[in-house]
Protein backbone atom coordinates (compact mmCIF):
# COMPACT_ATOMS: atom_id res chain seq x y z
CA UNK A 1 0.00 0.00 0.00
CA UNK A 2 1.22 3.53 -0.76
CA UNK A 3 0.30 6.41 1.24
CA UNK A 4 1.21 10.57 1.14
CA UNK A 5 1.12 10.68 5.30
CA UNK A 6 4.59 10.10 6.03
CA UNK A 7 5.59 9.03 9.35
CA UNK A 8 9.26 10.54 8.70
CA UNK A 9 7.91 13.92 7.74
CA UNK A 10 5.99 13.72 10.89
CA UNK A 11 8.44 12.86 13.22
CA UNK A 12 10.34 15.95 12.16
CA UNK A 13 12.82 13.56 10.17
CA UNK A 14 11.84 14.62 6.01
CA UNK A 15 14.93 13.75 4.24
CA UNK A 16 13.93 16.30 1.78
CA UNK A 17 14.49 19.06 4.42
CA UNK A 18 17.16 17.25 6.55
CA UNK A 19 19.05 15.53 3.72
CA UNK A 20 21.42 13.23 6.28
CA UNK A 21 19.23 11.24 7.87
CA UNK A 22 20.41 9.22 10.92
CA UNK A 23 18.13 6.45 10.85
CA UNK A 24 17.68 3.19 8.86
CA UNK A 25 15.42 1.21 6.82
CA UNK A 26 13.23 -0.48 6.99
CA UNK A 27 11.62 0.40 9.82
CA UNK A 28 8.66 -1.41 11.39
CA UNK A 29 4.95 -0.24 12.32
CA UNK A 30 3.57 -3.12 15.43
CA UNK A 31 -0.21 -2.54 15.71
CA UNK A 32 -2.11 -3.47 18.69
CA UNK A 33 -3.20 -6.65 17.04
CA UNK A 34 0.32 -8.01 16.84
CA UNK A 35 0.55 -7.90 13.19
CA UNK A 36 4.13 -6.06 12.13
CA UNK A 37 3.95 -3.67 9.31
CA UNK A 38 7.45 -2.82 6.82
CA UNK A 39 7.80 0.61 6.51
CA UNK A 40 9.57 1.88 3.23
CA UNK A 41 9.69 5.45 1.94
CA UNK A 42 10.08 6.78 -1.41
CA UNK A 43 11.13 10.52 -0.80
CA UNK A 44 11.76 11.29 -4.05
CA UNK A 45 7.97 10.89 -4.96
CA UNK A 46 7.14 11.91 -0.88
CA UNK A 47 5.29 8.67 -0.40
CA UNK A 48 5.50 6.27 2.13
CA UNK A 49 4.81 2.32 0.92
CA UNK A 50 3.62 -0.35 3.38
CA UNK A 51 3.72 -3.89 3.36
CA UNK A 52 2.74 -6.58 5.23
CA UNK A 53 5.35 -9.58 4.80
Given amino acids: ?3 KY ?3 FELGHCRKTNPYPK ?3 PRYL ?8 TLTFDC ?8 DE
Fill in 30 to 37: RLRTGMVL
Fill in 1 to 3: MTC
Fill in 23 to 25: DKE
Fill in 44 to 51: KNCQMLVD
Fill in 6 to 8: CLL
